[in-house]
């Protein structure tokens, strides 16, 4: 009678408050029947092993990734306009071996409006949005994220509204 494992993967451990950023996405998760997993559950870092620090948490990342049920993530811009990087690895990974996956961003805005808000754009003679520091096309699907991502997995304004989404794509667990 184990509740479903739920790995939370985003930016929230690089904060100084991220002690309780994971307690306010456990209560959530155990609200609905699920057992919250941070990146630093069980992380054991041996600075005498052949493998770097790095790989050893790459590798209990990937494990802790494998173990859960499902993926919760905070694709929230983090350094700027964009979700983290590791994050965005993390969910990709967890939909490749077949994980559910529900994030949230926490904000309301579609890719455009936030790089707008977040960083200078301009319109070139065509009418697409570029941004004013590479010049770079601006993404303009309406998503609350990149295509990558908002075509993978639902993208909500919220954690609950993930958990919600999460708990419907998760399958049914016996005894739970």
Known sequence: MTKPRVYLAGPDLFFEDRDARYARL???????????????????????????????????????????????????????????????????????????????????????ERSAVLRKVWRDADGRVRDSHDGGLVEDFGLPANLMLACSFSVSPAPWQAIERLLMALPVMEGV
């Open 26 to 112: 456990r209560a959530a998760c155990a609200n609905a029947g699920l057992e919250a997993v941070a990146p630093t559950d069980g992380l054991e870092v041996h600075t005498e092993r052949p493998l770097s620090v790095a790989e050893q948490i790459y590798q209990h990342n990937l494990r802790l990734l494998r173990d859960c049920d499902g993926v919760l993530v905070n694709l929230s811009p983090f350094r700027g306009v964009e979700p983290d990087s590791g994050t965005v690895f993390e969910a990709a990974f967890a939909t490749a071996i077949g994980k559910p996956v529900a994030a949230w961003i926490g904000d309301h805005w579609n890719t455009q």
